[in-house]
């Protein structure tokens, strides 16, 4: 396994363009989150799946972000009608279920919205 | 969230130890302190986490006071490849319920290392 992978590295869009990126935790992880990162900044949460569960949103996310995570698998979040404000990192992080994991994550999606 | 305070930026040369310290004087008796660190354009990277007891590992130490209001990360000999963000936080047990799995980053500590 090598590890949480990220796709696309980056991407650039136009202001009101829809955009979806991808996420593939390592196998066998079933807790999987999503942050962003904005320059200068420390990652912040936007929301945590337990195998096809998304059991958490943060108040981050606005109604035009969703994500997904069917079968438990891979995990997608989908920005529609984009602003220059979701211009950011998104990363992605998995753990396994245990009493203290840690968290390995990608090495993001970089959004740059023109 | 419980909070932590680090200092915004150290410097160190290569090939000394380093001390990164993080105030954490909120802490409840259940939360782990845990470190990570973010080199630049990478994803954060876990470090080492504890609760009561100093801890070792390959990477680093991790000092914890005796009242558990601070830390301090320890990296025995910087090299280069330790330039990076690192970041403290303050995260409760897994099993305790609430919104434990998640981390909450601040802005932590730009570590430069001259060569």
């Known amino acids: 396994d090598t590890g949480v992978s990220q796709n696309p590295r980056h991407k650039i869009t136009k202001r009101g363009q829809n955009v979806t990126f991808r996420c593939d935790p390592i196998s066998e992880h079933n807790r999987l989150y999503w942050y962003r990162q904005t320059l200068g900044q420390g990652p912040e949460f936007l929301t945590y799946?337990?195998?096809?569960?998304?059991?958490?949103k943060s108040r981050l996310l606005s109604d035009r972000f969703s994500a997904e995570r069917p079968k438990g698998s891979f995990s997608t979040l989908e920005i529609q009608r984009t602003e220059q404000g979701d211009s950011a990192m998104y990363l992605c992080a998995s753990s396994s279920t245990g009493s203290n994991t840690e968290a390995f994550f990608g090495q993001g999606t970089r959004l740059t919205v023109v | 969230d419980a909070k932590t305070t680090q200092p915004n930026s150290m410097e160190s040369n290569e090939e000394e130890p380093v001390h990164l310290p993080c105030n954490h004087s909120?802490?409840?008796?259940?939360?782990?302190i845990h470190w990570y660190r973010q080199l630049p354009s990478q994803g954060p990277e876990y470090v080492i986490h504890g609760l009561t007891s100093n801890v070792n590992n390959r990477m680093a130490s991790l000092a914890i006071a005796e009242d558990r209001k601070s830390s301090t990360l320890i990296l025995h000999r910087a090299t280069l490849r330790d330039a990076a963000v690192y970041y403290c936080i303050l995260r409760g047990a897994l099993n305790s319920g609430g919104s434990n799995y998640k981390l909450t980053f601040g802005k932590g500590t730009l570590l430069t290392v001259n060569p």
């Open positions: 799946f337990q195998n096809e569960a998304q059991l958490e």
């Open positions: 909120t802490i409840s008796g259940t939360d782990y």
